[in-house]
């Protein structure tokens, strides 16, 4: 089995690309703190946007979805659940809240993972939450023509719960050591989980949770505000082809994990610069601009067709009707094309209509 010694990445070399990312990421680490003061009101609205993202966008790729009417009162805690979809909805609802409310209190060890897990399958009937498994399971995809494909064998169930401690151990070590940037560490701690992969079933969404609760612990608190889920669900395809580029010669630690580091960092620094993004539109709202100065500063950034929806999420500070009112008056400007009618009402900036 794997010795799982994270200290062997301080001995590699990393090239520019990396590199580069991780340098990026420190910038907007070290702007954080600036941004969270400006608004804090605003930015409330920000996080809640998030959870309801997050929670909607790790569970649909898994294939488990409900409407997003019921999607929302679920999380606000409106609601109980009427399926089984509903009822993991509502369990990674509750993990998700916990990361984001205690992560300065859940340290990375193998009894909090397993409770974590535990309480994300806690309103189903499976029998197996909070336990490693108990029978070989492998990571595979549903390719777009339908077909499932097998992207690697995992651990056996026997080696699994010494593999989960090992990880544990090791990372924490290595950060108290300081030995690599933890910008590489959490990447190949989320990698290697998904290799061992130690559960019957939620090991991706576990996965998810684990990389904000690292991050977190870490002080890369962006995902509270800007849905890391959500961006790895709309880059579904590149997050398993850099999975499986990954783990090939993993069990016999000649694997190479730069494609998922590189991936995940993108990944990151995608978020960070959408909160800057949301932050200036939210900063934007403090001076005296109106409703119609915020969302057309909003839409002067867009590329291709959004909805009042992408509109609302985007400009936190300002309520449904304003954004509609503001909407209409940009489309009798001729500043936008309005396309179809009713719920599936799209806009376009009139500049990109032929």
């Known amino acids: ?41 605003e930015l409330k609205r920000l996080i809640e946007i998030a959870k309801i993202q997050s929670t909607e966008a790790s569970n649909r790729i898994e294939g488990i979805v409900t409407t997003n009417s019921r999607l929302k009162q679920l999380v606000a805690d409106k609601t109980t659940p009427q399926s089984r979809d509903e009822e993991e909805i509502l369990g990674y609802r509750n993990v998700l809240n916990l990361v984001h409310e205690n992560y300065d209190m859940l340290p990375i060890r193998s009894n909090y993972i397993l409770q974590m897990h535990r309480d994300l399958l806690k309103y ?43 990880i544990c151990e090791n990372y924490q070590s290595a950060i108290d050591k300081e030995v690599v940037d933890e910008l590489i560490l959490i990447p190949c701690f989320i990698l290697d989980f998904l290799c061992i992969h130690p559960f019957n079933d939620g090991n991706g969404r576990m996965s998810r949770l ?73 900063y934007a709202s403090g001076t005296k601009s109106t409703s119609y100065d915020i969302v057309k500063a909003y839409i002067e950034e867009k590329i291709g067709k959004f909805s009042k929806q992408d509109v609302l999420i985007g ?17 009798d400007e001729g500043v936008l094309t309005r396309i179809g009618a009713g719920r599936k009402t799209m806009y376009v900036r009139a500049d990109f209509v032929e």
């Not at 009937?125 to 690697?152: A, C, H, W």
């Not at 500070?317 to 008056?329: D, N, P, Q």
Request: glycine share 6%; proline share 5%.
């Open 1 to 41: 089995m794997r010795s799982f010694d994270y200290s062997r990445l301080a001995d590699r070399t990393w090239e520019n690309e990396i590199i580069s990312y991780i340098s990026k990421i420190h910038e907007y680490k070290g702007k954080q703190e600036l941004f969270l003061r400006q608004k804090p009101v």
């Open 124 to 166: 189903t009937n499976y029998s197996y939450g909070g336990q490693f498994k108990t029978t070989p399971n492998e990571i595979d995809m549903i390719s777009e023509n339908g077909k499932r494909v097998v992207l690697f064998k995992p651990l056996e169930p026997y080696e699994t719960p010494d593999a989960i401690n090992m």
């Open 210 to 282: 684990l990389t904000l609760l690292l991050l977190y612990r870490s002080g890369y608190l962006v995902g509270q505000y800007i849905s890391i889920e959500k961006a790895i669900a709309d880059t579904k395809e590149a997050y398993y082809d850099a999975l499986q580029k990954s783990n090939q010669g993993w069990r016999d630690e000649k694997n190479d994990p730069k494609p998922f580091i590189k991936y995940m960092l993108g990944v990151i620094l995608a978020c960070y610069r959408e909160f800057e993004n949301r932050v200036k539109i939210v």
């Open 315 to 331: 400009c936190p500070s300002i309520g449904s009707s304003s954004v509609e009112s503001a909407l209409k008056k940009l489309v």
